[in-house]
C-alpha cells in the first residue's frame, strides 16, 4: 500500500454514515477524532502543535509563524453526507509532502474550522476569523441546528485576527478537484468564482391541508416551489450555477399548510455581473409569485465572496514547476479564497474523475492523490 493509502486508511473510517457519505461537522465528535490524529501525525513528525483561538489547529515545522513560512492544509469538517477527500485530502497530503522536503524548511500544515459551513452557517469561518473578515462576537453568537452557539463548541470566545499571518511567505491548499476541467492528475488554480448565500423566508398562512379551498390559500410551499424553478431557469440562461437547499419548514406536517418555508440560494457565476444578474432576478420573480400567492418573501444576503483571482505569477510559476499543469477556475469557495487578501496563495488540485462532490460519490484515484502529495512537496520545496 502506498504511503497515502495508509495514511488515507487511518481516517476513511471517521464519521462516515451508513450512506457512505460522511458526516464530520465542526468541532462535533468525528472532527475532534480528526484533530487528535492530525496531533498524532505532528508529534510523530515533531512539529509543534498550535490553535488560534478560533478553532483552527496548526502544525508547525519550525517556529510556529515564523517570518517565511509556507502554510498549507485545508479542513476536516464536511457538508452533511459529504465525499471523504474534500478538505481531508489537503490535510493527509500536507503531511506526507513534509516528509519529503528538507527538514530545514519552515513549513504549516492547518486545520481550518468550520470551512462549509455545513454546522453555523457561515462558510470559511475559521480564515475568515484568523484573517480578521469576520468579527469574532458575531461568530461566537452562531448557532447550529440544536442551538448550540460557536462559542459553546469551541469553549470559549474566539480570539478574532492574527496579524502574524502577514509574516507567511504564501499559502498553498491542495484540494479535490469539483468538477470535470482537470484531463491531468494535478492542475493549478487561477481563480474562484463570485459567489455566496442568500437566506430566502417565504412567509404565508399556516392552514388545515385538507379542508382549506384552494382559493383561499397563502402557501409560501408555493412561492418557494416556484423559486427553486426560477433559480434553475435562470442560472440555465446565464451559464451561472445556483441551487436551493437547506429547506426548513414551520410546521413541516403532511396536514398542515406550513406558514414559513426558508430556504438559502447557492449561487456562482463567472463574474460579479452575471451573479449580481442572476439572484436579482430569481428575486424579482420569487416577489412577483409571492404578490400572486399572497405570501411575502424576504431576502438577507449571507456570505456574499467577491470573485477570487489567484496571484497569476504563483500559478505560472507553479504551474511549470509541474510540468505545466494546467491552470482552471473553480467554481467551489475554499480557505485559500479568504487568505489570498493578505498572503500570496495558490491552489494545486487533484483529479476528479466524475466531477461529483459533496457527495458519497466523490472520488480520486490513489494515484492521483499520490501524484498530488509529490506535487505539493515540489512546491513546498520550491517556495520554503
Ligand atoms: O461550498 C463550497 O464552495 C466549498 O465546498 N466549501
Ligand atoms: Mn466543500
Ligand atoms: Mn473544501
Ligand atoms: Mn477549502
Not at 17 to 37: I, K, Q
Not at 152 to 172: S, Y
Not at 258 to 265: A, E, F, H, T, Y
Amino acid at each position: 500500500m502506498s504511503d497515502f493509502g495508509k495514511l488515507w486508511a487511518e481516517i476513511s473510517p471517521i464519521g462516515r454514515a451508513g450512506s457512505g457519505g460522511y458526516l464530520r461537522f465542526a468541532l462535533t465528535e468525528p472532527e475532534l477524532t480528526l484533530r487528535d490524529w492530525f496531533r498524532g501525525q505532528a508529534a510523530q513528525r515533531d512539529m509543534t502543535v498550535t490553535d488560534d483561538g478560533n478553532g483552527n489547529l496548526f502544525a508547525w515545522r519550525g517556529e510556529p509563524w515564523a517570518p517565511g513560512t509556507v502554510l498549507t492544509g485545508s479542513h476536516f469538517d464536511s457538508v452533511p453526507h459529504g465525499g471523504g477527500y474534500d478538505g481531508p485530502l489537503g490535510i493527509v497530503s500536507a503531511f506526507l509532502a513534509v516528509d519529503r522536503i528538507p527538514a530545514d524548511r519552515n513549513v504549516g500544515i492547518a486545520a481550518f474550522v468550520e470551512e462549509e459551513g455545513a454546522r453555523f452557517g457561515v462558510p470559511c469561518l475559521g480564515s475568515r476569523l484568523l484573517t480578521g473578515v469576520m468579527d469574532p462576537s458575531r461568530a461566537a453568537a452562531l448557532t447550529d441546528r440544536d442551538g448550540i452557539s460557536f462559542a459553546e463548541a469551541l469553549g470559549a470566545e474566539p480570539t478574532g485576527a492574527d496579524a502574524r499571518v502577514g509574516r507567511l511567505a504564501a499559502v498553498v491548499e491542495l484540494h479535490i478537484e469539483q468538477g470535470v476541467a482537470l484531463s491531468e492528475p494535478v492542475g493549478v488554480a487561477s481563480a474562484i468564482w463570485p459567489h455566496g448565500r442568500w437566506r430566502m423566508d417565504f412567509a404565508g398562512v399556516g392552514d388545515h391541508a385538507g379542508t382549506t379551498r384552494m382559493t383561499d390559500r397563502h402557501d409560501p410551499m408555493l412561492t418557494f416551489a416556484h423559486t427553486v424553478l426560477a433559480a434553475n431557469e435562470e442560472a440555465r440562461l446565464s451559464g451561472a450555477h445556483a441551487t436551493v437547499g437547506r429547506v426548513q419548514v414551520e410546521p413541516n406536517a403532511t396536514n398542515a399548510i406550513p406558514s414559513l418555508v426558508r430556504g438559502w440560494l447557492d449561487a456562482r457565476a463567472a463574474d460579479t455581473g452575471t451573479l449580481g444578474r442572476v439572484v436579482d432576478a430569481v428575486v424579482k420573480s420569487a416577489t412577483e409569485r409571492a404578490g400572486r400567492d399572497g405570501t411575502t418573501l424576504s431576502v438577507t444576503p449571507e456570505s456574499v465572496t467577491a470573485e477570487v483571482a489567484f496571484d497569476t505569477a504563483l500559478a505560472a510559476r507553479l504551474s511549470a514547476l509541474l510540468d505545466d499543469a494546467p491552470i482552471l477556475p473553480t467554481g467551489a469557495g475554499h480557505d485559500a479564497g479568504v487568505l489570498s487578501a493578505h498572503v500570496p496563495t495558490a491552489m494545486l488540485f487533484v483529479r476528479n474523475p466524475t466531477g461529483v462532490s459533496h457527495s458519497p460519490a466523490e472520488h480520486a484515484s490513489d494515484a492521483d492523490c499520490e501524484a498530488g502529495v509529490e506535487a505539493l512537496a515540489r512546491v513546498l520545496e520550491d517556495l520554503t
